[in-house]
């Protein structure tokens, strides 16, 4: 007998107990043989995504679109969806999770279905992206930098080592991964400032909100970190302007959207000897041109979007958790499309 399929709507009715998955993960059984169409598009984990979601919904009908193509669905997981998978959508669609915490490219989409959209929000990546941000912070903080040169120079030339509490930090942008990653760099030893449109607080960091305070932040931090997430207020902030604002000799670390930094601006700044260097793995165009002119600065690390990879198993939590979540009707953690996050 085929698989029949009942509306979201009627999942919390058919729920009936819940158990461990072969993942380790956390998933119900239902009454029916099925409650729900989800439909997933990732050109490159799409199958890891499609087998531990089974996993977690047993009795669901989970596709790919390398399997089906790009028809209507009641769910759709996705990262970088094409045009045409969105346009495809009818009114069974329940909403959409993306599979990532950018969901700029998705939010700009003129096919973008009129349901809720929810992203991940850290879902395990803070301890990647933080081992990132280390990484780049101690090259320069240990002068990896000048290092790198003698060697190419053939120089042997000891350097001496400052106190952490001469290295201030600033973190831009406080969600759920700048906020992990102010803390571990406090926890570090370094100063951290972290900074955000509307006022929040963090043990061990110092927190700045508003416009007007960012800077006289900028002017006091020897490394900025940007966490700012892609919206129509984010797009080319980080200019020659506010670069201008940091310390001569300051480091700029880009693991949040490429949108917001100005790489022209950025080159500009490191031309003129302003900036010492800085830690590139975002980009407002990817991937980055291999004739790009950024490409030539040897006080600049390039990296193609890799600080933050996706763990299944933590990000599969999240998607269950959002999937019973949207089976209640409650859409409380789903992106502003005004904010953009």
């Known amino acids: 007998m085929p698989k029949q399929h009942f509306p979201l709507a009627l999942a919390p009715l058919l729920a009936l107990t819940c158990l461990q998955g072969g993942h380790g993960l956390l998933y119900c059984h239902y009454f029916m043989e099925a409650f729900v169409h989800i439909l997933i598009h990732d050109l490159q984990k799409?199958?890891?995504?499609?087998?531990?979601?089974?996993?977690?919904?047993?009795?669901?009908?989970?596709?790919?679109?390398?399997?089906?193509?790009?028809?209507?669905?009641?769910?759709?997981?996705?990262?970088?969806?094409?045009?045409?998978?969105l346009a495809a959508q009818d009114q069974r669609l329940q909403a959409i999770l993306n599979l990532g915490a950018g969901v700029d490219a998705l939010l700009n989409s003129a096919a973008l279905p009129d349901v809720p959209v929810f992203k991940l929000r850290g879902a395990g990546m803070e301890p990647f992206m933080t081992e990132y941000v280390r990484y780049g912070l101690l090259h320069f903080y240990r002068n990896m930098d000048h290092y790198h040169r003698d060697q190419r120079k053939g120089v042997w030339q000891p350097r001496g080592l400052e106190d952490r509490q001469d290295?201030?930090?600033?973190?831009?942008?406080?969600?759920?991964?700048?906020?992990?990653?102010?803390?571990?760099?406090?926890?570090?030893?370094?100063?951290?400032?972290?900074?955000s449109r509307h006022e929040k607080h963090l043990d061990?960091?110092?927190?700045?909100?508003?416009?007007?305070?960012?800077?006289?932040?900028?002017?006091?931090?020897?490394?900025?970190?940007?966490?700012?997430?892609?919206?129509?207020?984010?797009?080319?902030?980080?200019?020659?302007?506010?670069?201008g604002c940091l310390p001569k000799g300051a480091v700029v670390i880009n693991i949040g959207r490429g949108t917001t930094l100005v790489l022209e601006d950025l080159m500009a700044r490191l031309d003129e000897g302003h900036l010492r260097g800085a830690v590139l793995d975002v980009f407002p165009e990817e991937p980055l041109n291999a004739d790009h002119p950024i490409r030539g600065y040897d006080n600049v690390l390039i990296t193609p979007h890799i600080s933050g990879p996706t763990p299944i198993k933590g990000a599969i939590d999240q998607l269950v958790s959002y999937l019973q979540a949207i089976a209640r009707k409650d859409f409380s953690e789903a992106v502003s499309r005004e904010a953009g996050y």
Not at 167 to 181: A, D, E, M, Q, S
């Open 204 to 243: 061990h960091v110092t927190t700045h909100a508003g416009e007007q305070a960012l800077a006289p932040l900028l002017s006091k931090s020897r490394v900025v970190i940007n966490l700012l997430p892609d919206t129509p207020l984010t797009r080319g902030y980080l200019n020659h302007q506010l670069l």
């Open 167 to 195: 290295w201030p930090v600033c973190v831009l942008g406080l969600g759920t991964i700048g906020r992990y990653v102010a803390q571990a760099i406090a926890a570090d030893g370094f100063p951290v400032h972290g900074w």
């Open 46 to 85: 799409a199958a890891c995504w499609q087998s531990a979601l089974q996993d977690a919904f047993p009795d669901a009908q989970v596709d790919t679109t390398d399997e089906v193509g790009s028809v209507p669905a009641e769910i759709l997981i996705v990262w970088q969806p094409p045009t045409a998978l």
